[in-house]
């Protein structure tokens, strides 16, 4: 099947820092990659929707000035988390669509970058 | 704006148990709706997906899923459950006309050997 892959898997940092995530498809391109942050026992939350070319769409509450998000190819987006707090911390989920399946593909995961911030 | 509403948080089976995990969402318009699962220590990946044709869906490792339009719903079954099943499941909707997929908060399903 199509694989996604997430960079780094672990990541701890200082606060005050900032950390980047890069997402890549790797058998597969993907016009839409999708963003989600995980919390403890809890579900995934939508934190932005990413298309290549152009700018991302963020949820209701995430702030765009702090998780940076970029798409410059249809194998690779990247997520930063600027000027990182310890609420921050979680575990960080992207998603990509195989251009190929249109609306109806299903999305692909990546294992997940969790940060911690110190 | 779409939700996912999954009514089992955590629900514990015998091995051999049948399984019905209930979904419901909110949205008007069409959609195309999703069960991932996540076995432990791995990543989300696809069960089974709805998005067109005969409302009942088969997907792998025996599990099924029904979307009855009436009452926004499309749960997940399996007749006959295995320890290996133990995992967490998620339901998940796309509304077509705006792209994103939107997951409920999971369930988590504990098979006892």
């Known amino acids: 099947g199509a694989v996604v892959s997430q960079h780094p898997s672990r990541v701890i940092c200082k606060s005050g820092t900032s950390v980047k995530i890069e997402c890549r498809s790797l058998?597969?391109?993907?016009?839409?990659m999708f963003w989600y942050r995980q919390f403890p026992k809890q579900s995934l939350m939508l934190m932005a929707t990413s298309n290549e070319g152009s700018k991302a769409t963020y949820e209701q509450g995430v702030e765009k000035d702090k998780f940076l998000i970029n798409h410059a190819s249809l194998t690779l987006s990247t997520l930063t988390v600027t000027s990182a707090h310890p609420e921050d911390s979680s575990f960080y989920i992207c998603?990509?669509?195989?251009?190929?399946?249109?609306?109806?593909?299903?999305?692909?995961f990546g294992e997940g970058s969790r940060l911690t911030v110190l | 704006a779409q939700s996912v509403s999954q009514h089992n948080h955590h629900v514990i089976l015998s091995e051999a148990a049948s399984l019905e995990l209930g979904c419901n969402y909110s949205y008007g318009g069409t959609v195309n709706l999703f069960w991932y699962v996540q076995y432990p220590g791995q990543h989300l990946q696809l069960l089974l997906k709805?998005?067109?044709?005969?409302?009942l869906v088969k997907g792998i490792k025996g599990f099924e899923a029904e979307f009855i339009k009436s009452k926004f719903s499309f749960n997940l079954r399996k007749p006959s459950v295995q320890w290996s099943d133990t995992a967490e499941y998620f339901c998940?909707?796309?509304?077509?006309?705006?792209?994103?997929?939107?997951f409920g908060k999971g369930t988590r399903l504990h098979i006892l050997p």
């Open positions: 998940a909707v796309n509304a077509r006309r705006d792209d994103k997929i939107i």
């Open positions: 058998d597969f391109q993907a016009t839409t």
């Open positions: 709805y998005f067109s044709g005969d409302p």
């Open positions: 998603s990509a669509r195989d251009k190929a399946g249109g609306y109806t593909g299903e999305l692909f």
